[in-house]
């Protein structure tokens, strides 16, 4: 095996995992930012060509991954305590949610999430108010989504610049 074959194959599987990364995202069984960011790392120290170029794209994988994480935790966070939506809210949402992802696999976790939530701020708020405070806590979690969604996808595009330049 030469050494373009074995740069072909580091190229491949490194694209595999990242892709992985981006649909872990979406199908939230996997860690998707971090395989995503695993991925260019990979790629970066196994890869072959230029050495700083990959460094270079290693590093701002690196800046977007932790900048994804601590916006996906902080913004939504910041925006269920404006609504006023308790913690435990959210905790007994994701309980339900991973149960219902056992139960009904994929669906089973929006499903499990929205009753946890919903069943939360109706024990809190009254069945009037529930489902307005809900569907805010909802929203809140889908913009985490969004913005671990943003950030793989960020990192997927950085690499395939890397790739092409490198």
């Known amino acids: ?4 074959e074995t740069g072909a194959a580091v190229n491949l599987i490194a694209g595999l995992v990242i892709l992985t990364g981006v649909i ?5 069984v996997l860690p998707g930012l971090l395989l995503t960011w695993g991925g260019v790392i990979l790629w970066a120290i196994l890869g072959e060509g230029s050495g700083s170029a990959r460094l270079l794209v290693a590093v701002i994988a690196t800046l977007i991954a932790f900048a994804g994480l601590v916006i996906k ?9 404006n609504i006023g939506v308790p913690n435990s809210t959210v905790v007994v949402g ?7 992802f056992f139960v009904v696999p994929f669906v089973g976790l929006v499903l499990g999430f929205v009753l946890g939530v919903w069943l939360m701020e109706m024990r809190r708020l ?3 108010r529930a489902w ?7 929203g ?3 913009l985490s989504l969004l913005v671990e969604l943003a950030a793989a996808l960020l990192i997927a595009v950085v690499w395939l610049f890397g790739l092409a330049f490198a």
């Not at 872990?24 to 939230?28: A, D, K, L, T």
């Not at 935790?73 to 305590?81: A, E, Q, R, T």
């Not at 307005?132 to 909802?138: D, E, K, V």
């Open 126 to 128: 009254g069945s009037e």
């Open 132 to 138: 307005p405070s809900a569907r805010s806590a909802i």
């Open 73 to 81: 935790y902080l913004w939504p966070g910041k925006k269920l305590k």
């Open 140 to 142: 809140a979690v889908g």
């Open 1 to 4: 095996m030469d050494l373009t």
């Open 24 to 28: 872990g995202v979406i199908v939230p």
């Open 94 to 100: 994701g309980v339900l949610g991973l149960i219902g």
